[in-house]
């Protein structure tokens, strides 16, 4: 589990794919510090389990499924990733809770600057979009976002001068894939309720259903 705040950039040293999966290597910089084989690692959003560590460089082996859901399999030597550690017992959730089971990647199709800060629009896949709130959160790249706009085909985002300095976001382009993780909370409410709506009226959850139980 992790928190979707970035520790720091680290850059990829190696990325080799080999019958569908990848031998990744990272140099993470001080999150390298006291990883051991077998602990997580959040790279891009995705929770990678650590196979090697040399000094400041560790290397994850990363499955199919996740090179063809994520970005990962984009990465090639230089790249620079978010990274974060699994979040310990007690620690801090300034975030919110992130599985780090990316749903999908997401291509951005605009950027609009201005005022110090900039505003993000991206398309995910559809079957994606019924967990998007407006003020929900969502991580993008790994990292913990607010929703501001949420249409029936896009979502927006704003970046803040921290969040563009202290993550990868800022190098972001229109065009670019990044991995998107929904809500985890906003998953399970809209399989509960579309469970006990699809019972009962075949067809899915509606809006006008959602008001006669008071959640909208």
Same mark, same amino acid.
């Given at each position: 589990?992790?928190?979707?705040?970035?520790?720091?950039?680290?850059?990829?040293?190696?990325?080799?794919?080999?019958?569908?999966?990848?031998?990744?290597?990272?140099?993470?910089?001080?999150?390298?510090?006291?990883?051991?084989?077998?602990?997580?690692?959040?790279?891009?959003?995705?929770?990678?389990?650590?196979?090697?560590?040399?000094?400041?460089?560790?290397?994850?082996?990363?499955?199919?499924? +996740?090179?063809? !859901? #994520?970005?990962? @399999?984009?990465?090639?030597? $230089? %790249?620079? =990733? &978010?990274? *974060?550690?699994? /979040?310990?017992?007690?620690?801090?959730?300034?975030?919110?809770?992130?599985?780090?089971?990316?749903?999908?990647?997401?291509?951005?199709?605009?950027?609009?600057?201005?005022?110090?800060?900039?505003?993000?629009?991206?398309?995910?896949?559809?079957?994606?979009?019924?967990?998007?709130?407006?003020?929900?959160?969502?991580?993008?790249?790994?990292?913990?976002?607010?929703?501001?706009?949420?249409?029936?085909?896009?979502?927006?985002?704003?970046?803040?001068?921290? +969040?563009?300095? !202290? #993550?990868?976001? @800022?190098?972001?382009?229109? $065009? %670019?894939? =990044? &991995?998107? *993780?929904?809500? /985890?909370?906003?998953?399970?409410?809209?399989?509960?309720?579309?469970?006990?709506?699809?019972?009962?009226?075949?067809?899915?959850?509606?809006?006008?259903?959602?008001?006669?139980?008071?959640?909208?």
């Amino acid at each position: 589990m992790f928190t979707g705040i970035i520790e720091s950039i680290g850059t990829v040293r190696a990325a080799r794919v080999r019958l569908g999966n990848m031998e990744l290597t990272v140099d993470l910089g001080t999150p390298a510090a006291g990883l051991v084989p077998g602990a997580s690692v959040s790279i891009n959003g995705a929770c990678l389990t650590v196979a090697r560590v040399d000094g400041t460089q560790t290397t994850f082996d990363v499955v199919s499924e +996740t090179v063809d !859901r #994520t970005n990962l @399999g984009l990465l090639k030597p $230089g %790249d620079r =990733v &978010n990274v *974060e550690r699994a /979040l310990r017992a007690g620690g801090s959730i300034d975030g919110h809770l992130v599985q780090g089971h990316v749903d999908g990647t997401a291509r951005i199709t605009r950027i609009d600057t201005g005022a110090g800060q900039w505003k993000v629009w991206l398309e995910p896949p559809p079957d994606l979009m019924r967990y998007m709130v407006v003020k929900g959160s969502v991580a993008i790249d790994g990292v913990s976002l607010t929703l501001v706009d949420v249409t029936d085909r896009q979502i927006s985002v704003v970046l803040i001068p921290t +969040t563009l300095e !202290r #993550t990868t976001l @800022g190098r972001r382009r229109v $065009g %670019d894939l =990044v &991995n998107i *993780e929904t809500d /985890l909370i906003a998953r399970i409410v809209v399989r509960q309720l579309e469970g006990r709506f699809t019972a009962a009226r075949p067809g899915g959850v509606t809006l006008q259903q959602l008001a006669e139980h008071g959640f909208t």
